[in-house]
């Protein structure tokens, strides 16, 4: 017992060692971002060319990078991951010109992976040349490259004569140090508020539409896209997340697109963001450094309490004392204060039971993804299993009360993608606070059930006046977000004896009879909606390296279009759908908020005279951007209606009921 103790002690210390004694060869992992091209050499007859690059080791292509047609300056940024066997040779990059027979030859580089620091991102910039060729300058390849142990191949180099180690004891130590490293990794320390005002003197050429793209390790943001202007005024808010021991640099770049969707980059700008100070809004005006013309930001650093990862043991809310504290932040009486701080929301991540298995074998390697908006949380995986017990706690802040808790279960395959096994949706004002729910898992539409199950356990705890408010304020940009809004025209039309506040009166008899009538045809609507949504998946698509030229093109135009048209009307039905949701109690927190504000609304047309109201809705209409130059614009309709789900959401969040054979209470009855 005491030499198992002491080598289960000494492979603990051995992770944790750097690369002090290690043994030659061993495996390494090369990380590599193909950011852009410079100055390209031309290879067609039209001026231009069409450049990708190859990455090759010991004459192997490892990884061939996406076509950039027509551009001698691509922007590929792309981040790719390659298992390195030995330090002992060179990484080749060979760029070519893709054509319809054969693709020319623009130039090639090579790196000495030996020269490379460890656990390091270093930038490189590499110049083409071709000895073949008589043009002195070919361009240039921008890319970071980041060498790191290979933590895999490692433990099995050390591990692999250790025959008294139990398999067990092996997998508790690797979780132990896995479950360490994601800790370490995911939790961020506060919130970095940008606020994209406008741009100064902004040069957009023979663009025709600008927008901006802000990038702060790997989280990417897209402002919406506006019309060519010199002084083109955004105004959206984004939000970061932060990690004190790595602040990072925010890029922020301006794009150009013309009718032709032929992109170019106008200008960037960077900020560091570790010289700013926190809980401060910072009013910045940033040159563009390879363009003319200026963006005026907003930036604020806030801190963040509300996220951790730990074990049953340590539960948060488990401990009376903790609870009571958090209980206090978000009672009424600090309704007021801190309005982005909506609550807080623990997850208990439990088991899974009866996973697909996606390995050869027969098994799985699962972990489990949280997400809530933009936030994510990660378990750590187990090994070899189709019902793991991960027994993990989360606690994420909540900043809408509308949000959507996603959990999906992935099996992870090395360095390879990892494969889906399973999600569901569950929304934050459906969550039962402290009991142990079996979820079904649904496919990655969330329309159908898939295999498997898994359990969790949810509390949630929030101020409601919060909530409230935030419910009339645009949505949490997401990652990828689609900027389309619809404007409304209200035609009021006045008869004799017909007075305004009989209008939000008559909305509110209507809650109230939909409130106290049957509710017997609400699970058929739900089925009929399930049914009825044909979801088409074909916008956005990949572009493959395929000839797009001439005929194709056109192709492409004509289901851009089409996509575009379909778009529009899904958005039509939505609103549609949204607006009946209100009425038909979808969501009580929502029809009873909304039955609150046609009260208030009657009582004060009814009292008040309409050129009152409608006085002081001008006044604060047009001394908004007087009381505050930085001011979003919003429609507080819209955004209430946002957090209404439409019918293919219902569907998507409803919860399945885990059929008899799934069950494993029904499984232990059954056994003999």
């Given at each position: 017992m005491t030499s198992q103790h002491f080598e289960e002690e000494s492979a603990?210390?051995?992770?944790?060692?750097?690369?002090?004694?290690?043994?030659?060869?061993?495996?390494?992992?090369?990380?590599?971002?193909?950011?852009?091209?410079?100055?390209?050499?031309?290879?067609d007859r039209c001026g231009t060319s069409d450049p990708y690059v190859k990455f090759k080791l010991n004459g192997k292509t490892l990884y061939k990078s996406k076509v950039i047609y027509k551009n001698l300056n691509p922007v590929w940024d792309e981040i790719v991951v390659l298992p390195i066997q030995s330090?002992?040779?060179k990484l080749r990059v060979k760029v070519y010109d893709r054509d319809l027979t054969t693709s020319d030859f623009m130039g090639s580089a090579f790196v000495i992976l030996s020269d490379l620091e460890l656990n390091r991102m270093t930038e490189h910039i590499l110049k083409l040349e071709d000895p073949n060729s008589l043009e002195d300058d070919m361009g240039v390849i921008v890319l970071n490259l980041n060498l790191v142990v290979k933590q895999g191949d490692f433990k099995r180099h050390r591990w692999s004569n250790r025959k008294r180690l139990s398999a067990s004891k092996c997998s508790l130590i690797r979780n132990l140090r896995l479950s360490d490293a994601l800790k370490k990794n995911q939790l961020w320390n506060g919130i970095i508020s940008i606020t994209l005002l406008e741009g100064?003197?902004?040069?957009?050429?023979?663009?025709?539409?600008?927008?901006?793209?802000?990038?702060?390790?790997?989280?990417?943001?897209?402002?919406?896209?506006?019309?060519?202007?010199?002084?083109?005024?955004?105004?959206?808010?984004?939000?970061?997340?932060?990690?004190?021991?790595?602040m990072g640099i925010l890029d922020i770049e301006v794009w150009g697109r013309n009718g032709k969707k032929h992109e170019e980059r106008l200008g960037t700008c960077k900020v560091d963001i570790a010289l700013l100070p926190l809980r401060r809004a910072n009013c910045l005006e940033l040159r563009l450094d390879s363009g003319p013309g200026a963006l005026l930001l907003l930036i604020t650093l806030t801190p963040c309490m509300g996220v951790s990862v730990s074990d049953l043991c340590v539960c948060p809310l488990a401990d009376a004392g903790e609870r009571r504290q958090i209980a206090q932040r978000y009672c009424?009486?600090?309704?007021?204060?801190?309005?982005?701080?909506?609550?807080?929301?623990?997850?208990?991540?439990?088991?899974?039971?009866?996973?697909?298995?996606?390995?050869?074998s027969g098994k799985s390697d699962p972990f489990c993804l949280l997400e809530l908006g933009n936030d994510r949380l990660q378990t750590h995986t187990i090994y070899k299993t189709l019902n793991p017990e991960w027994n993990k706690v989360f606690t994420f802040p909540v900043k809408d009360i509308h949000d959507v808790l996603e959990v999906t279960v992935f099996d992870e395959d090395g360095d390879k993608p990892p494969d889906f096994l399973g999600k569901v949706a569950i929304p934050l004002l459906s969550i039962r606070d402290g009991q142990t729910n079996c979820y079904v898992l649904k496919n990655k539409d969330l329309e159908q059930a898939f295999k498997g199950v898994i359990y969790l356990e949810m509390d949630?705890?929030?101020?409601?006046?919060?909530?409230?408010?935030?419910?009339?304020?645009?949505?949490?940009?997401?990652?990828?977000?689609?900027?389309?809004?619809?404007?409304?025209?209200?035609?009021?039309?006045?008869?004799?004896?017909?007075?305004?506040?009989?209008?939000?009166?008559?909305?509110?008899?209507?809650?109230?009879?939909?409130?106290?009538?049957?509710?017997?045809?609400?699970?058929?609507?739900?089925?009929?909606?399930?049914?009825?949504?044909?979801?088409d998946d074909e916008e956005d698509e990949d572009d493959k390296e395929s000839e797009k030229k001439g005929f194709i093109e056109r192709i492409y135009?004509?289901?851009?279009?089409?996509?575009?048209?379909?778009?529009?009307?899904?958005?039509?039905?939505?609103?549609?759908?949204?607006?009946?949701?209100?009425?038909?109690?979808?969501?009580?927190?929502?029809?009873?908020?909304?039955?609150?504000?046609?009260?208030?609304?009657?009582?004060?047309?009814?009292?008040?005279?309409?050129?009152?109201?409608?006085?002081?809705?001008?006044?604060?209409?047009?001394?908004?951007?007087?009381?505050?130059?930085?001011?979003?614009?919003?429609?507080?309709?819209?955004?209430?209606?946002?957090?209404?789900?439409?019918?293919?959401?219902?569907?998507?969040?409803?919860?399945?009921?885990?059929?008899?054979?799934?069950?494993?209470?029904?499984?232990?009855?059954?056994?003999?």
């Open positions: 603990l210390g051995e992770a944790a060692d750097g690369l002090s004694g290690l043994p030659r060869p061993f495996a390494y992992l090369l990380t590599i971002h193909l950011k852009e091209g410079r100055n390209l050499v031309v290879r330090l002992d040779q100064k003197n902004v040069s957009g050429g023979n663009m025709t539409e600008l927008f901006v793209q802000l990038k702060l390790g790997d989280q990417r943001y897209k402002s919406k896209t506006l019309c060519k202007s010199a002084n083109p005024q955004w105004r959206e808010e984004f939000d970061f997340h932060y990690f004190s021991d790595r009424l009486q600090n309704s007021l204060k801190d309005m982005k701080d909506i609550g807080l929301l623990q997850v208990k991540v439990l088991k899974a039971v009866d996973l697909l298995a996606a390995d050869f949630l705890i929030y101020n409601p006046v919060k909530a409230s408010l935030r419910t009339f304020t645009p949505r949490e940009k997401r990652f990828v977000e689609d900027g389309r809004k619809l404007s409304k025209k209200v035609f009021l039309v006045t008869v004799w004896n017909f007075e305004l506040y009989m209008i939000p009166l008559a909305l509110l008899l209507l809650f109230l009879y939909n409130c106290l009538g049957p509710t017997k045809g609400k699970v058929a609507n739900s089925q009929d909606s399930q049914e009825s949504t044909d979801i135009m004509v289901q851009d279009i089409v996509s575009t048209v379909q778009n529009i009307l899904e958005e039509i039905a939505s609103f549609g759908e949204r607006i009946k949701n209100t009425f038909n109690w979808t969501v009580p927190f929502l029809s009873f908020l909304a039955c609150w504000m046609l009260a208030v609304a009657t009582v004060a047309l009814y009292f008040v005279p309409l050129r009152y109201i409608v006085l002081i809705w001008g006044i604060n209409k047009f001394t908004k951007k007087l009381r505050n130059p930085y001011a979003i614009d919003n429609n507080e309709l819209l955004d209430f209606l946002s957090r209404v789900p439409s019918d293919v959401q219902k569907v998507q969040y409803a919860e399945l009921r885990p059929s008899s054979s799934q069950s494993p209470l029904r499984k232990k009855r059954s056994a003999p």
